[in-house]
């Protein structure tokens, strides 16, 4: 009676050891930073998405001759909306992806637009579309700090899945490696619309 009571008590303070230093409460606070910096991420492609629609209606007037580039943003805008971003996004590595790709789409269209409009001095005195350009310049600038944070925060989560021992509670209760933005992907961000709101 006295060995089992104190195999149980060995077993429970082994068990109390073993959870201490696990690494579960870190993987939970480590996701949850992932989590908020994902949707810090989500935010700031949303504002781009619904600046979009009032900075193409402002400059169509400006820009018969150019439909096409006009078209391209819009059918962007769509593909973007399309796709469900959603905090379950960045646990499916191809959904990822296939989102990353499409607001690659949306900036190289986005930047065939600002080239375009640098043809059409006249909009320079459009007070509508050059507070929406400020706008979207500010929000690409957002985006890129919301981009990194969320890189970080990865590397962070990633870096600590993989290590002994917890990487063995992470096995144990389904955390794997999270998506990250790639060098592709940075450069799409580096290379998006450089507003320039004089517009000569």
Do not use: H
């Amino acid at each position: 009676m006295i060995f089992k009571k104190v195999l149980l008590t060995a077993q429970i303070l082994f068990l109390i050891s073993f959870t201490s230093s696990c690494g579960y409460n870190t993987i939970q606070v480590m996701d949850e930073e992932v989590n908020a910096s994902w949707s810090e991420v989500l935010n700031q492609y949303k504002r781009r998405s619904d600046l979009i629609p009032n900075l193409v209606k402002s400059v169509k007037g400006y820009m018969k001759q150019e439909k096409d580039v006009l078209i391209r943003v819009t059918e962007a805008r769509s593909r973007v909306g399309s796709i469900q971003a959603s905090p379950e996004l960045i646990k499916d590595e191809a959904a990822f992806n296939k989102f990353q790709q499409a607001q690659g789409e949306l900036s190289g269209a986005l930047q065939r637009l600002m080239v375009v409009m640098e043809n059409y001095p006249q909009l320079k005195s459009d007070q509508t579309v050059t507070n929406l350009m400020a706008q979207l310049e500010g929000t690409e600038n957002r985006i890129t700090v919301a981009r990194r944070r969320y890189i970080e925060s990865v590397k962070n989560y990633n870096i600590t899945v993989r290590q002994f021992p917890v990487n063995l509670t992470a096995m144990m209760f389904g955390y794997d490696k999270k998506p990250n933005f790639t060098v592709e992907n940075e450069q799409e961000i580096q290379d998006a619309p450089n507003v320039d709101l004089n517009l000569e």
